[in-house]
């Protein structure tokens, strides 16, 4: 039984079909609207923290390899990423990740501009050096859950329920909204952000919280953009380059700070550029979007192509749930709330990457 049709609770679904269960899914929309289809598709295994982290993040990277041969409508292309610096600090931050002893696992090498643009010729602009990662790779996340959905119910023991919000919870059953109840071996409840309403009181005083970011999708580029991108503010928030030199980085600019922005890229299969984000956890969040951290990352975006960047055609506002720092070394959160009933969550901004994974520890 598993409530919540987002990537992580399809990944449940479709992990426990392939191993011989009957699976009963719920979503409360009549189809996911949240943070896994407001996100860039990346499955990025370059960012994650050296040790179990890192492991989980290998082992979900397999996973999606093994998925897109199966379901080639997913989109998935193992197209890696470049990092770009643009200042001496942020190359020493990269000096120090390429000489640790996972670089290797990682499949990370240092480039310099002139190999960077090699790599990926699109990125024309400024600046001084990238950290190449092989293993990164992307998906198309509006389209990913409807193939997966499929091959569940291909196997004739899977029940698809949208439009069915969960309302109550007892020892291995839920309650829709229309008064069905569902039992189970297994209950897990992949509700994502939704940490109110029926589970308020069971998730109080847990280790997680909720995340706003802010994205955009452009028009097609003219040109093929053949890495994911990022640039050198993602080494003051991805775990992996928590090196001594990360702490001689200086201050962002006003905007990126005031933001917590990072800039990210994709290039959709439509040529479209998937361009962001932004980081937001006092609550409660506004209902609108600000044009400051769009203009900086658009800025940014032009500089390391070297022209200006196709014109935006639809902006958005996602929310994604986080484990604290008080989970200490756990990577999200595995909540039990009843007998045979547990919440799944908190993977943050590692949810499609670490989704394979984390179903497969779910039935492990």
């Known amino acids: 039984m598993v409530v919540g049709g987002g990537v992580l609770g399809t990944m449940h679904a479709l992990e426990g079909v392939s191993r011989g269960c009957t699976v009963v899914h719920l979503e409360r929309e009549v189809g996911p609207r949240g943070a896994s289809v407001r996100n860039f598709g990346l499955i990025w295994v370059s960012g994650r923290a050296s040790g179990p982290e890192l492991a989980l993040a290998l082992r979900a990277r397999e996973k999606w390899a093994e998925i897109g041969v199966r379901h080639p409508d997913i989109g998935f292309r193992a197209n890696g990423s470049l990092t770009l610096v643009r200042t001496p600090a942020e190359l020493a931050v990269l000096e120090q ?31 001084l050096a990238a950290l190449h990662c092989s293993t990164d790779a992307v998906v198309e996340p509006r389209e990913v859950l409807a193939p997966l959905r499929a091959t569940c119910l291909a196997s004739g023991r899977y029940r698809w329920l949208p439009g069915r919000e969960m ?4 020892d291995h059953e839920v309650t829709d909204a229309t008064g069905e109840r569902h039992r189970g071996d297994r209950v897990v409840l992949c509700t994502g952000a939704a940490h109110g309403g029926i589970l308020a009181e069971a998730l109080s005083g847990a280790p997680v919280r909720r995340v706003r970011l802010e994205m955009l999708e452009t028009e097609p580029f003219e ?3 053949t890495t994911s991108l990022a640039d050198g503010d993602s080494l003051r928030y991805y775990p992996a380059f928590d090196v001594p030199a990360r702490r001689a980085l ?40 600000d044009e400051a951290p769009y203009r900086h990352l658009l800025d940014v975006a032009a500089t390391l192509f070297g022209r ?47 989704s394979p994974a984390i179903a497969e520890e779910t039935f492990q």
Request: glycine letters at 12%; hydrophobic letters at 45%.
């Open 308 to 354: 200006s960047i196709p014109p935006i055609v639809r902006r958005w506002a996602g929310v994604y749930s986080q484990v604290t720092e008080a989970a200490g070394d756990a990577i999200y959160l595995r909540h039990w709330v009843a007998a045979g009933v547990e919440v799944v969550t908190g993977a943050g901004g590692r949810g499609m990457t670490l």
């Open 97 to 127: 990740v390429v000489a640790r002893d996972d670089a290797e696992a990682r499949g990370i090498a240092l480039l310099t501009a002139d190999a960077a643009r090699r790599v990926n010729p699109a990125l024309a602009g400024e600046y």
């Open 223 to 225: 040109g093929r953009l």
């Open 250 to 289: 200086g201050p962002q600019s006003s905007v990126a700070a005031l933001w917590a922005a990072q800039l990210l890229a994709v290039q959709r299969h439509d040529g479209g550029l998937t361009i962001g984000d932004t980081h937001s956890t006092e609550e409660p969040f506004a209902f609108d979007v």
């Open 167 to 170: 309302v109550g919870f007892s």
